[in-house]
C-alpha cells in the first residue's frame, strides 16, 4: 500500500465516522425546558398567584411554644440513686457519710445541667463558606439564641464562657468553658410548610 492509498482510506474513515457522529447527533431528542423557580427580572405567574394569595404565612403558635419553652423555669433533679433511710424516705443530700465529694459531684452535675439548658437555647441556622481550606477554618456559623442572631467561626467566644468549636454543614459544637460541656447543635430545620 502506498502513502496516496493509506491517505484515501483515512479520509474515508474520517468522513464516515463523521457522517455517523452527525447522524447520532440529529437523532437526539430536544433538553426537556423546566422554567426556573429562583429568578431574576420580572414577576412570573406563580410569584404573582403567592403574592394574591398571601402564600407566605406566620405561625404564631409556634412563636408562642418557643416563648413558653424559654420561659421554663429549671426544676432540681431527684437523685433516684441515693440510699434510703430505715424508715424509708430519700434524704436529699445523702446520709452524709462520703462527706464533701458528694457535694461536690452534685454541685458540678448541677452546674453542667445549668450550662447544657442554657446551650439548648441555640439553634443552629446554617453556615458561610468563606474559603476553602482541608480544616473546614474558613467557615461561618450563623447562630440564634432567643431572638438574638448571632455569628461566629472555630475558636471564636460567643460569650464570656462559650467558644465554636466545630462547624459543620450539619451541625455546630459549642464547648461552655466553665462547665467543661461541649453540646452539638444540629440544623434547625422548618418542621411545617406553609399553608396557603
Do not use: C
Not at 422554567?35 to 408562642?64: D, F, K, M, Y
Amino acid at each position: 500500500m502506498d502513502a496516496k492509498r493509506k491517505a484515501i482510506i483515512a479520509i474515508g474513515l474520517v468522513a464516515l465516522w463523521g457522517g455517523v457522529a452527525y447522524w447520532q447527533w440529529g437523532a437526539l431528542p430536544d433538553p426537556v425546558r423546566v422554567p426556573l423557580a429562583n429568578t431574576s427580572g420580572p414577576a412570573s405567574s406563580l410569584a404573582r398567584s403567592i403574592s394574591r394569595t398571601g402564600g407566605l404565612r406566620v405561625h404564631l403558635e409556634q412563636l408562642a411554644s418557643a416563648r413558653t419553652q424559654r420561659e421554663a423555669t429549671f426544676t432540681a433533679p431527684r437523685n433516684i440513686f441515693a440510699a434510703s433511710g430505715l424508715d424509708g424516705t430519700m434524704s436529699a443530700a445523702g446520709d452524709g457519710s462520703d462527706g464533701g465529694q458528694s457535694t461536690q459531684v452534685s454541685e458540678q452535675a448541677l452546674q453542667q445541667q445549668a450550662a447544657s439548658l442554657e446551650l439548648d437555647q441555640y439553634r443552629y441556622l446554617g453556615f458561610v463558606r468563606m474559603g476553602e481550606s482541608a480544616k473546614g477554618t474558613g467557615n461561618t456559623a450563623v447562630l440564634s439564641k432567643n431572638e438574638e442572631v448571632m455569628i461566629g467561626r472555630v475558636g471564636q467566644r460567643l460569650e464570656r464562657h462559650l467558644v465554636v468549636k466545630a462547624i459543620t454543614p450539619d451541625s455546630v459544637t459549642l464547648r461552655d468553658t466553665q462547665a467543661r460541656v461541649d453540646h452539638k447543635v444540629p440544623l434547625t430545620e422548618d418542621a411545617e410548610q406553609p399553608q396557603p
